[in-house]
């Protein structure tokens, strides 16, 4: 601890350079024994915090001596002198206070990610979907399948390593690669066939291991298969229309843009926590970003790339995919909050698991395909 940490600011009343000799009397003699405590080390605070006219209130008189202590109903000096400790806070019972949030110093705000990593995968994942996306269509159905297979592998592992859940994978695998062609070929019937049969399918499985856990395990199984491989079918079904490529460029580039808006805005201007139970970093000038974003590109993709559309239905569309897309993610916070770990996987360096990357565009696949359905018909 340097010299410099100890003692009161400078003219603050207490032993500063410029007092004279100060009276005796049994005030003094209790302001000097309080004075033999230690201060806390105080980080440096620019001028602009008005701090020093704090430090200052907190020094007189009418106050508490020191920031660690509370206030009294008489001011120190009509107490005994044996009210104030004379051990030193640096002992090893009575360790010194952290500073104050005020006193602290600022520190400069992190994204929290390997940025360089995130951008180049990104990049990567985009050029992928893009050239499947218009160069034929089957292909990005299989990259929609290959997701999907990779997402459950994902969500089934932590399930069963946190919460000994153990949800059968096989099924899950093939019943919802199966839903993702089947809804491409058959449309909204074929979906929901393939996803009544993919439950049936996890029951069955399950009863070739002993009783204890099933009911958990088929649960959890029948809900992987709605959240994962049934929501992502909607994303086919955008494929299957005229201008299906356009329309899941829409998609894609609405989530993109809401999720970079809520980052960007709540970064920088982030105060106001939106859900701090669930996810922290969360914010409602993010959420407000996230709108803006998305109402702004909705506008521009509805006049430009949909067939028959128009600005005021991007303004909706937007509007409603920022909406979808932040409950999406806080849906999976929830979910890995109750796991207890801070990504679903590793495969995606920067940006955590497969699953990590779909829990805004899950959620956001039936409510864009439903509203450019009733925007502009099924193509």
Known sequence: MNDSSWGSPAGSGFGGPDQGPAPAGPAHEGR??????????????????????????????????????????????????????????SSPSQPPPAPSPRQQPRQKKSAGRDL??????????GAV?????????????GVIAVAVVVGLWELTSRLQERK???????????????????????????????????????????????????????????????YVPFLATFVALLLTADDGPQRVLTFLLLTVVSDTGAYAVGWRFGKHKLAPRISPGKTREGLLGAVAFAMAAGALCMEFLIDDGTWWQGLLLG????????????????????????DMGTLLPGHGGIMDRLDSLLPT????????VVFVGSG
């Open 116 to 125: 360089g990593a995130a951008i180049g995968v990104g990049l990567g994942l």
């Open 164 to 226: 000994a859940v153990k949800a059968p994978l096989v099924p899950l695998a093939v019943g919802g690669a199966a839903m993702v062609v089947a809804g491409y070929v058959r449309g909204p019937e074929g979906a929901w066939v393939a996803m009544a049969l993919t439950a049936l399918a996890v029951l069955v499985w399950r009863m070739t291991e002993p009783p204890e856990g099933y009911l958990k395990d088929v649960t959890a199984g029948v809900f992987a298969a709605f």
């Open 365 to 372: 696949a039936p409510v864009v395909w439903l509203l450019l």
């Open 32 to 89: 000097q024994a309080a004075q033999t405590r230690p201060m806390p080390i105080v980080s440096d605070v620019s001028a602009g915090d008005n701090q020093d006219d704090h430090d200052r209130g907190a020094a007189l008189p009418s106050g508490p001596l020191f920031r660690d202590e509370t206030p009294h109903e008489h001011p120190p000096h009509e107490h005994p002198r044996h009210e104030y400790p004379q051990e030193p806070m």
């Open 319 to 342: 509007l409603a995919v920022a909406a979808s897309a932040t409950l999406g993610d806080l849906g999976e916070s929830m979910i890995k909050r109750d796991l207890g770990i801070k």
């Open 129 to 141: 979907i893009i050239a499947s996306l218009f160069i034929w269509k089957p292909a990005f159905v």
